[in-house]
């Protein structure tokens, strides 16, 4: 797919948008970078060019998602969780597309959220994303004994390394609280 000067996203995070416009890319690597950097240029490429944003719309409102508004980029905790669950149970796609998206969320350019804090030894499959004064990541979280989700999204922040420092002591304090 090529990348033109109008789908660049100015925004967040992701590394598309320094690219020179008219620069070609897999689907699969939209894909990886849209989770592993939340590159928010290749989920508009993907989202605008492969199936269309109404069409995503109506799949997310079939699998329970009525909170996600596709085309002003908002949602709840709640539908993340539920699609978070639907990915990691492999109910979006077939075993081995879903190993490789699971993939893409446990090697994120952005470990130090969730994952900064939980022992290494613990798989976090999550997906940050970043707006002026906002923060989110979220994601299922496992040892191999205990499987949860978690979801921490914040608003009107002033303090970006606060923040992060904030989600992840929150998720240290869950992840402590369920191994008790």
Do not use: C
């Not at 948008?17 to 890319?25: I, K, M, N, T």
């Not at 009525?66 to 075993?95: A, C, H, P, W």
């Amino acid at each position: 797919m090529t990348v033109q000067s109008a789908d660049i996203q100015d925004f967040g995070t992701g590394s598309i948008r320094y690219d020179p416009p008219g620069s070609v890319y897999a689907i699969k690597t939209l894909a990886k970078l849209a989770i592993e950097q939340s590159d928010n240029t290749a989920a508009y490429v993907l989202g605008t060019y492969t199936v269309g944003f109404e069409k995503i719309q109506a799949l997310m409102g079939e699998w329970g998602l009525t909170q996600t508004d596709m085309v002003n980029n908002k949602t709840s905790n709640r539908d993340i969780s539920i699609l978070f669950e639907k990915i990691y149970k492999g109910e979006i796609t077939n075993e081995a597309s879903t190993q490789e998206i699971l993939a893409f969320f446990k090697d994120t350019d952005f470990e130090d959220r969730l994952p900064a804090l939980l022992p290494k030894t613990v798989s976090v499959y999550h997906k940050i994303g970043n707006e002026i004064a906002i923060m989110h990541d979220a994601g299922f979280v496992t040892d191999g004994k205990t499987t949860y989700y978690i979801g921490v999204f914040t608003n009107d922040i002033t303090d970006e390394e606060e923040t992060i420092k904030i989600i992840a002591e929150i998720s240290k304090l869950v992840y402590d609280y369920l191994r008790r």
